[in-house]
């Protein structure tokens, strides 16, 4: 694969990010992927890759099961960071 190619990835994941609990589950897919992809290119840098994929930090604008507190928020995202950490360093 080409660096087109993983960019093409990176930027359908960072679409879906539009909230919260998207931006997790794209850090996990991200992740994920960036394992595999090392496998295929040895200059493949899963750091990049992963930043490439994460969206930035959006303010929700609408409701999806529930409002969020800022404080719900922050957790989710430390969480999120966390989850991307472990699975990193696995």
Known sequence: MTRKDFQLIADVLKAHGTSPMNRCVIQELAVGFASE???TNPRFN???FVNACTPPKVKLDYVEVRDLTPEEEEKLDIACAENLRN???S
């Open 37 to 39: 992809l090392a496998k």
């Open 46 to 48: 899963v750091q990049r």
């Open 87 to 89: 699975a990193c360093l």
